[in-house]
Every structure is written in C-alpha cells, then in structure tokens.
C-alpha cells in the first residue's frame, strides 16, 4: 500500500525525491508495525524516519532562506512540532505505551506529513517559482 500520489509533488526535484523517500519509509514503518514486527524493528525504522526527516527538514527550510519565504519562521515551528511528535511517539513505542502502534503512526506520522506536503510545502513551492519566474 503506497501513499504517495501525483497530489504530493510540488515540483522542487530535491524536496520532491526526498517526499517521497519518506512517504515510502513512513508506509514501511506502518505496515511493519501492523504486521506486528518486533518492537526493535519498528524502532529501528522509525529512528531512521526521524533522522531522514530533520535532514530534510534542514534541507527545506535552507530552500526557505534562499528564496526569502516570508514565512519560513512559522514554517520551521511546524516542523520543530512535527519532529517531538515523531520523538514522543519513538519513545512511547520503546516503553511499550504505544498500544495503538498502526493507527498512531498512521494518523500523527503519516497522516500530518502528507497534509503538510500539500498545504505548507505548496505554497513554498509556489514562492520558489514565483521568484524563479521573476528573475
């Protein structure tokens, strides 16, 4: 089951590769967890999933700067939210408080990042072209 679509491509190659890349690893995550695999493996992906993220994140909002998106400070903050969420959640899987393992990851890790991707990233995209245009 594959959660990416042609809805999601914002059309910046390095942010769209590197969507994608998460999409793929975060529907790994969840099928993995929905298989039941052990609690290390889950973590273990997972752990790769947050790291991927703040590099991407890193990578995205670097893009903001460059480009002057006027609301790259706000952007960021989502961001910042976004990866304790995904901490809070790796953390309650290693203690074991994560019952709800599928569901969970599906709604807060997921679910919140395809949102973002056509809502926030969109209109960093638009910016960008904008000023591509302009020059």
């Known amino acids: 089951m594959s959660s990416w679509n042609d809805s999601l491509i914002i ?37 790769f999933v947050v790291s991927y993220i703040k590099e991407h994140f890193k990578d995205e909002e670097e893009l903001q700067l460059l480009y002057a998106y006027p609301d790259r400070v706000a952007h960021k903050d989502l961001h910042a939210g976004f990866v304790q969420r995904t901490i809070d959640l790796m953390q309650e899987l290693k203690t074991g408080k994560g019952s709800d393992c599928p569901e969970n990851l599906k709604k807060l890790l997921l679910g919140w990042f395809l949102m973002h991707i056509k809502t926030e990233d969109k209109k960093v995209s638009e910016h960008i072209h904008a000023a591509e245009a302009a020059k």
């Open 11 to 47: 059309g910046v190659k390095l942010i769209d590769d590197q969507h994608y890349k998460l999409v793929d690893k975060m529907d790994q995550l969840v099928e993995a967890c929905r298989r039941g695999d052990g609690r290390e493996e889950v973590g273990q992906t997972l752990k």
